[in-house]
């Protein structure tokens, strides 16, 4: 999604301010996940197990703020050429799921030992981060008729690309503390390349 408001000194110059609004979906396969759990009690014992793990999936989110300079060229009565570009600052933000993680607690009631076993599909998200950058576009615009414009337009945002620091989400499903099992997974960081190019072709009412 994308609007924006131009301010025009003359018929030819002026200023853009754009927001645009980028929600592309996450996917990916997981191998199985094996669990093999060696403890003691009264001797030695093991846990073994493997589980099929759902594929993951989430969003990721970038909202784009662009101050542009905008320059429009006429080129006939009814056909309109529009160049702007300037700085973009970049709000991005994602999660996903489901990350895999067991908890084990061995009780012990006289001489009975009871092992307790937990699975969670863990929620994870990125954080969220603003960076800063730049775009560059252009417009083709044909006045249908008075009150109606049909238009082309191709802009690109280029940005570096950026680290985020995976982290386990808090949900309602999850018993345990966050932090010790964020610490037992080494969450490590994603890297994301925020650059996109957006092709839209568009119909505007002039009221």
């Known amino acids: 999604m994308s609007g924006f408001f ?28 094996d669990v093999n759990l060696s403890y ?16 993951s999936k989430g969003d990721f989110t970038e909202t784009t703020y662009s101050l542009n300079g ?17 700085a973009t600052a970049f709000y991005l933000q994602g999660e996903a799921t489901p990350m895999g993680f067991w908890s084990f607690r061995l009780a012990q009631d006289a001489d009975v030992y009871t092992l307790y076993i937990k699975t969670y599909q863990l929620v994870y998200d990125f954080g969220s981060k603003t960076t800063f950058g730049i775009n560059l576009g252009g417009e083709l615009a044909y006045t249908v008729m008075r009150t109606v414009i049909l238009a082309l337009n191709v802009r690109y945002f280029l ?13 309602r499903g999850l ?12 969450l490590g960081t994603i890297r994301i390349d925020p650059s996109y190019l957006r092709l839209s072709l568009t119909l505007r009412f002039k009221f």
């Not at 018993?175 to 080494?186: G, M, N």
């Open 6 to 33: 131009n301010i025009l000194v003359g018929d030819t110059a002026g200023v853009q301010v754009l927001v645009d609004y980028f929600r592309p979906s996450l996917w990916g396969s997981n191998s199985d996940y």
């Open 40 to 55: 003691t009690t009264t001797g030695a014992r093991s846990y073994t197990r493997q589980d099929a793990w759902p594929g």
């Open 70 to 86: 905008l320059v429009r060229f006429p080129l006939s009565l009814d056909l309109a050429f529009s160049l702007s570009g300037g």
């Open 159 to 171: 940005n570096s690309r950026t680290d985020f620091r995976m982290q386990v989400s808090p949900n």
């Open 175 to 186: 018993t345990d503390p966050v932090e010790p099992i964020e610490s037992a997974l080494s």
